[in-house]
């Protein structure tokens, strides 16, 4: 054995190493929290290129470009080989489009940007727009998004996906997708969804192009494929070959994303699928104490839909997983932090970004917060307003947008709210009309001698301006520099972005804006040292598909806030859980209890060696005060040996967070043996006794 090879095969289980050496075939591995699933994954790509396999025959697919650039380092530092088709789905796709999307009808250039939200809003928003004034009302926004959104996905026409969402305007819901689609093809521009539907379409209806990458590529890899959706798996379907190379990796039990589309039955028929699949279960887990470990098995054994399994460790036992009743949500953040406190002064915790908070709905981070600035403990919040999502970074990013896509009128609006052009919403439309009368896109035509002509050339101020404006187009369409890191931070000079911040801001706020767009800089250098041959549309794509978790920082030193759906992929030691009460976990609006049930076991096995879940008698919830909570009845189903509960008194009180307060005591299966008062066993689902 090569050296190298031994390196790839050392330190795997029977189980780790069955699914590293699978080479040809289709293979599915349940893969359990903490059982070293990314190690099995990595190891199996260099030992595929080890085995001669040619890097770029390998396509690897997750879902955050977190767990993407984790997976070429690690392939990178074991083999020395670059994988250049490890990614995230919509990256490979966008990668993808832009050598084939003109084969297709799709009406766009390989020049195309990618929106997100809030500039696909700005399409529907002036498609509503032209409703007659007695139908204003009648749609939102939101609505067309979800009917586009589902049209894509399911792969169905605008009609079955108003008919499955319904509609109070179908009709009127039919125009408006249309309309949308019309735009977007307009601004050269695609959704995130087009992105693996303009794919698929290509493949399934181009038999010789889908034949160039069946041959191109021959290996497929799937990560965390309890996550994909219909569309991906139509796209999985298409790039497997007739020898099945196709490996995926995923747990069912933490399938916890189908309110965004994700299909529990795919993986779960994936042997269905595939007849012949090797299956390799990786039930050890490296991460938790044997405690956590035994909550987490005893919670997810409750759900019907699932493979067998059962975790196991050989960890410590560990101390117990604590259950701590508060009097409101406000006695909540406070005992949380003077835990967290507490850990630190006791040496438990080296540090504050080893302690994580994780709650169902963002609406829970506001008293957290509040919590974590008295008691002065640094803290991130994930899932807050992203880094991309800052009026002066999406400022910025729309000036570098109109530079590689002259037809993204969405970025020309947003540039024109901030340069002092005078040029309304009146006179861009006629420049728009314009434009259209010449052929060209609104960008070339404001760069052009006949745009000058038209409307910079009178002696007024208004014309004066417009011409001005007509240079500066023209400065930005020209600027060219070797490096991508140059040309950037020329087209930020030019922009007048960092002047117009002074202008409209005080000193300290506007310092804050430009050491945000300093910061995008950073960013771009280390985008560019990291892909050389990387231009501005790749970096925008990337930018555009920045997942929250991607915003996470392990190496600043503060408690991580975000949601249990945030959460998933990240390990912490110390894991405090907010709000296990019925109405938010499970969740009140929620139509799948075995999904919720799953979530609550995804943010549990995020714990390394302890575990703290909270929950309130009284909340404000949804615009009121709830002062009757009563516990989530999950917590019933958890074993009451690994198990101490305990009421904790209000903040007021005196009492220190890790002192025994009251204890909570719950029914027969919740009970704490430890509890020298027991009480008979009552039939309630879950008792709470007042002392």
């Avoid at 698929?200 to 181009?206: A, S, T, Y």
């Avoid at 140059?486 to 409209?504: P, Q």
């Avoid at 615009?623 to 009451?640: T, V």
């Amino acid at each position: 054995m090569s050296p190298e090879l031994s390196v790839i095969l050392s330190d795997l289980t029977e189980a780790q190493l069955a699914a590293v050496t699978h080479k040809d075939g289709p293979m599915l591995v349940i893969a359990g929290a903490g059982s070293g699933k990314t190690r099995v994954v990595t190891r199996r790509l260099a030992w595929l290129v080890a085995q001669g396999v040619w890097p770029a025959q390998i396509v690897a697919m997750t879902f955050t470009n977190k767990a993407a650039r984790e997976m070429r380092e690690r392939v990178n530092s074991l083999c020395g080989q670059a994988l250049p088709n490890v990614s995230t789905f919509h990256s490979l796709c966008a990668r993808f489009l832009r050598q084939e999307i003109e084969r297709g009808p799709f009406g766009r250039d390989r020049n195309f940007v990618i929106y997100d939200d809030s500039e696909q809003q700005a399409i529907i928003k002036q498609c509503l727009s032209q409703l007659p004034r007695q139908y204003s009302g009648l749609l939102h926004g939101k609505e067309i998004s979800a009917i586009v959104s589902k049209s894509k996905n399911d792969f169905c026409s605008f009609a079955e996906a108003i008919e499955a969402l319904g509609s109070a305007a179908p009709e009127l819901a039919l125009r408006m997708c249309r309309l949308y689609e019309e735009g977007m093809q307009r601004c050269n521009a695609v959704d995130f969804d087009d992105l693996l539907y303009f794919v698929v379409k290509l493949l399934q209806e181009n038999p010789a192009l889908r034949e160039v990458y069946l041959h191109r590529w021959r290996y497929l890899l799937i990560d965390e494929y309890q996550d994909t959706n219909h569309l991906q798996y139509l796209l999985m379907r298409l790039l497997t070959s007739e020898q099945e190379n196709v490996h995926v990796t995923g747990d069912p039990d933490q399938c916890i994303y189908s309110w965004r589309g994700a299909d529990y039955r795919n993986i779960m028929d994936f042997t269905r699928d595939f007849p012949t699949a090797k299956i390799v279960k990786l039930e050890q887990n490296y991460r938790s104490t044997q405690n956590i470990l035994e909550v987490a098995n005893c919670l997810i054994a409750n759900n019907r839909h699932r493979f067998a399994k059962s975790l196991f460790t050989h960890n410590e036992e560990g101390n117990r997983v604590e259950v701590i009743q508060v009097p409101a949500d406000r006695d909540e953040g406070t005992w949380i932090c003077r835990t967290m406190q507490a850990l630190l002064q006791q040496g438990r915790a080296g540090c504050w970004r080893e302690m994580a908070v994780l709650y169902r709905t963002n609406s829970q981070s506001r008293t957290l917060e509040e919590a974590m600035m008295q008691f002065s403990i640094p803290y991130q919040i994930i899932g807050g307003v992203r880094f991309y999502d800052r009026r002066e970074i999406k400022d910025f990013l729309a000036v570098l947008r109109l530079k590689v896509n002259p037809s993204d009128i969405v970025a020309l609006k947003r540039l024109l709210a901030f340069l002092d052009y005078g040029i309304g919403a009146v006179t861009l439309e006629k420049i728009n009309q314009a434009a259209a009368a010449q052929s060209q896109s609104i960008f070339a035509f404001l760069c052009s001698d006949a745009f000058r002509q038209q409307f910079g050339s009178g002696s007024g101020s208004k014309a004066r301006r417009l011409n001005q404006f007509s240079h500066w187009c023209v400065t930005l369409r020209d600027l060219q520099e070797d490096s991508l890191p140059l040309l950037v931070s020329r087209v930020l000079e030019h922009s007048g972005l960092a002047e117009a911040l002074i202008k409209e801001y005080d000193r300290s706020n506007a310092e804050s804006r430009i050491n945000n767009l300093d910061s995008l800089l950073a960013r771009v250098h280390e985008f560019a040292a990291q892909d050389p041959e990387a231009g501005l549309q790749e970096f925008l794509a990337e930018v555009a598909l920045v997942a929250d978790v991607d915003a996470h920082d392990p190496s600043e030193d503060s408690v991580v806030l975000m949601t249990m759906h945030s959460a998933k992929g990240l390990e912490f030691p110390f894991v405090f859980i907010a709000g296990a009460e019925e109405g938010l976990l499970p969740h009140q609006n929620a139509e799948d209890l075995e999904e919720e049930r799953r979530l609550f076991y995804v943010a549990i096995t995020r714990a390394r060696k302890n575990l703290y879940i909270l929950w309130a008698s009284s909340r404000f919830l949804f615009g009121k005060n709830d002062y009757f909570r009563i516990p989530s009845s999950f917590l019933q189903e958890l074993p009451p040996g690994t198990v101490s509960s305990r009421r904790e008194q209000g903040s007021a009180s005196g009492h220190h967070p890790m002192s025994h307060g009251k204890k909570a005591r719950f029914s027969r299966r919740y009970s704490d043996p430890a509890d020298d008062e027991q009480t008979p066993f009552t039939d309630d689902v879950i008792s709470i006794i007042q002392d």
